[in-house]
Each structure stands twice: as C-alpha cells, then as structure tokens.
C-alpha cells in the first residue's frame, strides 16, 4: 500500500554523485513520491554539487577538514541535515566512517550502497582487491547503515562478472550501471511504505526477508 505522504530525503555525498543524478532522474516526473530536500558534501571539490544545482536542489558543504575530530564534524553534518527534516538520509559515495552517536540518531532511516556483495569486501577499493583475489563475480549492496562498517542489515544485492581483461575502472563502471537502477528501486520500495527495518530484520511487503533480494535487469518493481 503506498503512503499519501512525500518521503523527503538527504543524500550526502563525496564525489562524482552518479548515484545521485540516478536518484534525481528516477524521480523527477513523480516529485509527490520522493523530494530530495538537499545534498550535503564534505567535499567542496564533489562534482556531485553541480548535480544538485542544476537539478535545483539546495546544496551544502560541511568540510571536514575544518573541524579537529570526527565527533564535531558528524555533530555539524547532523544538524544540517535535521534543518530539513528527513524521512532518509541516503549516502551516495560518502566517504567517512560515521560515528557510532551519528549512525544511532538515524538508525532505521540511513541507508548506503557498498560496491561488493557484503559481507566480502568491506572498506576500500573493493574494484582492485576483486580482481586481486581472482573473484569471478562482483558487484554492490544496498544496506541499512549500523556502527559496525558496511555491516548493517543488505537490502538487496546485484552481480556482475569479472572479466579476464578488467581493471579497477572498467569493473567499476560495470557496477555502476546495476547501481544506478538499484538505488532508485529500494528508495521508492520505503516511499511506498513496502520496505522496513525492525529490530534489525529488513520486511518488504510484510514479508521478513531471509536473504538479500537479488537484482535483475527484469525484476518488477512490485516484488
């Protein structure tokens, strides 16, 4: 059953914000569904920035660098994204670790996109360490984000190959093209009122799910 209300979100970002600009296409013809009230970024340089701006949506910077410990940092992020009062605060490529005070405030309404199949390959340069390990599948998760790193309960889950030729870039563009249909897909699953978080297990359409739900090129957006 969908709800009556808007979702309003807050995407944070640190960088390029292709997952971003995928959120904002999906939704621009349905702005009563979701509205993205603002991006904030702890970068100045994200490219990420110009996308909110021509799509028309506020825009902030809180630079980490700026602040002398990660607590007073997290402590400025939260009071700038509460200013706009979100339902879901959506990371897109932020790169910082949350505090566990950060990650506790908006538990249940945080969600991020990881570029693995969690639990394997937490942290960084996931695309090289794959190819590394001799990995034959790749690809990224959606989870609910908790205080334990990329270790929050996986919403769902979409593989690619690794190609013999690959390297960090092209394996890397390949998951982007499955994270860009992913993203949209599960935040219009919680605009709808489909998708929830109780005590740490994830119900789509009251259903407890067992396992991640396994991207397609054809699954249906009513599971």
């Known amino acids: ?8 979100i807050v995407v944070l970002i640190s960088g390029n914000g292709s997952n971003l600009q995928a959120i904002i296409d ?12 603002a991006v904030i970024s702890n970068e100045a340089s994200a490219f990420g920035l110009k996308r909110a701006e021509r799509a028309g949506i506020p825009h902030h910077v809180i630079d980490h660098t700026l602040f002398s410990d990660r607590q007073s940092h997290d402590l400025a992020l939260q009071n700038a994204i509460d200013l706009y009062k979100p339902d879901l605060v959506v990371l897109a490529g932020f790169m ?10 908006y538990h249940g309404r945080m969600i991020n996109i990881h570029p693995s199949l969690l ?3 937490r942290g960084l340069h996931t695309h090289q360490r794959a190819i590394q390990e001799g990995r034959a599948v790749h690809g990224a998760s959606i989870h609910y984000v908790t205080e334990e790193l990329d270790g929050g309960p996986v ?19 390949r998951v982007q093209v499955i994270e860009h249909k992913m993203y949209p897909m599960v935040i ?5 009122g489909r998708l929830k978080l109780d005590n740490n297990r994830i119900s789509l359409d009251e259903k407890i799910l067992e396992k991640p ?10 599971h």
């Open 188 to 192: 219009r699953w919680i605009a709808e």
């Open 96 to 105: 910082r670790i949350l505090t566990p005070e950060f990650v506790q405030h």
């Open 26 to 37: 999906a939704f621009k013809e349905k702005p009563g569904m979701v509205n993205i009230r």
């Open 155 to 173: 919403i769902m889950q979409g593989e690619v190959p690794v190609l013999p030729d690959d390297d960090p870039d092209t394996l890397s563009a």
């Open 213 to 222: 739900v396994q991207y397609t090129s054809d699954l249906p957006i009513c």
């Open 119 to 121: 639990p394997a390959l």
């Open 1 to 8: 059953m969908e709800q009556a209300t808007t979702l309003n």
